[in-house]
């Protein structure tokens, strides 16, 4: 008995890798089969592999460029910069001199006035004393005052 339980196990044993290699058999037969996709599949990668270096060569490139360009536009700019604030500057001194100018504008010509035709002295009045017509407008002593500037 026990040993017909053996040849029963082997029998069953021998049905298994009997099916097992039928298996393996086709598994193999398509993969010889397919071994034609798996050569196109690897000529296509390789073909999108040296397109991709190729872009990426084409893309360092272009940002090596850039680079070079936004250089030279920020240098370009810096000194633009500088000569803004060098204008800036100038600006703001030629304004200080207006300031001084125009303060001391009035003044001047009213000494002026009083020192070239003293007058009597009079009872003061409530009306003040008319003021005599400048012939030079304020805009343009301004305008004088810059060009003396220059």
Same mark, same amino acid.
């Given at each position: 008995? /026990?040993?017909? #339980?053996? =040849? ?15 298996? /393996?058999?086709?598994?193999? &037969? ?38 070079? @360009?936004? @250089?030279? $536009? ?16 100038? &600006?703001?001194?030629?304004?200080? *001199?207006?300031? =001084? ?7 001047? #010509?009213? *000494?002026?006035? /009083?020192?070239? #035709?003293? =007058? ?5 009045? &409530? ?5 005599? $017509? ?9 305008? $004088? &005052? ?5």
């Amino acid at each position: 008995m /026990l040993e017909m #339980a053996l =040849q029963v196990v082997l029998v069953v044993l021998l049905l298994v890798a009997i099916g097992w290699s039928a298996l /393996l058999h086709r598994r193999l &037969a398509a993969l010889r089969q397919g071994g034609d996709g798996i050569g196109r599949f690897v000529g296509d990668l390789m073909t999108a592999t040296s397109r991709a270096e190729k872009a990426i060569g084409e893309m360092r490139g272009m940002a090596e460029g850039l680079g070079r @360009q936004w @250089q030279r $536009q920020r240098s370009e700019a810096e000194a633009l910069a500088g000569e803004l604030r060098r204008l800036l500057a100038e &600006a703001e001194d030629g304004m200080r *001199a207006l300031r =001084q100018a125009t303060a001391l504008a009035p003044v001047a #010509a009213e *000494a002026a006035r /009083l020192h070239a #035709a003293p =007058q009597p002295a009079a009872a003061p009045s &409530a009306e003040p004393p008319p003021r005599a $017509q400048d012939p030079v407008s304020p805009h343009e002593r301004i305008r $004088q &005052a810059i060009r003396d500037l220059r």
